[in-house]
């Protein structure tokens, strides 16, 4: 049964670029959370969603960054004209249907704006 | 204020000591308090989960938590090489489905 995968685990970008970084849940995981992770900083949610709606998004920045859960396929996080303080780890966890609390988490994309 | 507060350490042990961990956070709801584990350049594990109040014990760790004085622990017993890493508290208002605060996370280091 393998994990919550992401992709790409490393990506750079020049400013004013697009990234788009991909989510698979677990197996039988219907709700997807993003965090973003600062260089010695705690893991900042950004947003929840589950199968084509967006649940909660309080935590996106209202400008240049967009989610997304289609009925198929991955989880796509994308940052339009990416800037250097964009430069993160970003973070999915997702969990089941039944929206447990227990999430598990994948090993990150690495985003570096240069 | 930060909602969660964690001293970032490092915290450096030898191996075999008894570690505590600890946060603070400033916001009474929280119901749900969680620890989890990262090591470097990968993602957080849940380690220990609890539910309001009280004591709860895996293996080793021990996880702790006052509401009344808005304070969570962790304890690592007979502490290993192995259990370097980034420890973080995070906590929730409700179950499932909604977002989770984090600490900033303190970095333990266990000498051989």
């Known amino acids: 049964n393998a994990g919550v995968m992401q992709n790409p685990r490393h990506l750079v970008r020049r400013r004013g670029q697009e990234a788009r970084l991909r989510c698979s849940p677990m197996k039988g995981h219907s709700h997807v959370y993003w965090y973003r992770q600062l260089p010695e900083e705690g893991l900042k949610f950004m947003v929840y969603?589950?199968?084509?709606?967006?649940?909660?998004e309080s935590g996106m920045p209202k400008e240049r960054f967009s989610a997304e859960f289609p009925k198929e396929g991955p989880s796509i996080l994308r940052i339009q004209q990416v800037v250097r303080g964009d430069s993160a780890a970003y973070f999915c966890a997702s969990s089941p249907e039944t929206g447990l609390t227990e999430a598990f988490f994948g090993q990150g994309t690495r985003l570096t704006v240069v | 204020q930060k909602e969660v507060e964690q001293d970032p350490g490092p915290l450096s042990v030898p191996e075999g000591a008894i570690v505590s961990l600890n946060c603070t956070y400033s916001?009474?709801?929280?119901?749900?308090f969680m620890w989890y584990r990262q090591y470097s350049r990968k993602g957080p594990e849940l380690l220990m989960y609890?539910?309001?109040?009280g004591n709860k014990e895996d293996g080793r760790f021990t996880a702790q938590v006052d509401k009344s004085s808005k304070y969570i622990s962790l304890f690592i017993r007979d502490s290993q090489p192995s259990d370097s890493a980034t420890y973080l508290c995070?906590?929730?208002?409700?179950?499932?489905?909604?977002?989770?605060?984090f600490g900033a996370g303190t970095r333990l280091f266990v000498k051989a």
């Open positions: 969603l589950q199968k084509e709606n967006i649940i909660d």
């Open positions: 916001n009474s709801a929280f119901q749900y």
């Open positions: 609890t539910y309001s109040s």
């Open positions: 995070a906590m929730r208002l409700q179950a499932g489905g909604f977002k989770t605060i």
